[in-house]
């Protein structure tokens, strides 16, 4: 089969035709949306993060491929870089595992996590 290559001249936009066009449309329109997606929002070094629930994904894994620069370093659960406070979306969340236990004791009672050893479900 054949590859066909464009170029800037082969595109053109299609012409369309509106039967509407008798209708007035205000100058203004005031939306308001809301998001009807979950999310999950959590905490770290004093800033906050909101990410959409990537399932399957470590938290942070979803959160670096959103974009968001949150501070980790050995992806294993043993550093501890990656404490983050959740704030929201905890339902989104696995439970608890051995390592997080073990580094982060009490402060679980608080919500915070390590986002390497959470996993999106």
């Known amino acids: 089969m054949k590859k066909r290559s464009f170029t800037v001249g082969s595109l053109k936009p ?10 007035k449309i205000p100058e203004t329109i005031s939306v308001k949306r809301t998001s009807s997606k979950p999310e999950i929002t959590f905490s770290q070094n004093k800033t906050s993060y909101s990410i ?13 491929e959103q974009g ?21 979306g905890q339902s989104h969340l696995s439970r608890l595992n051995d390592k997080e236990k073990e580094k982060l004791k009490e402060a679980t009672e608080e919500g915070y996590r390590l986002a390497c050893q959470v996993i999106i479900k």
């Open 52 to 64: 959409l629930p990537q399932k399957n994904y470590t938290l942070l894994d979803a959160a670096l």
């Open 68 to 88: 968001k620069t949150i501070d980790y370093k050995c992806t294993k659960g043993s550093c501890g870089r990656c404490v983050v406070k959740i704030l929201n």
């Open 14 to 23: 299609a012409q369309v035709q509106s039967s509407l066009s008798n209708i």
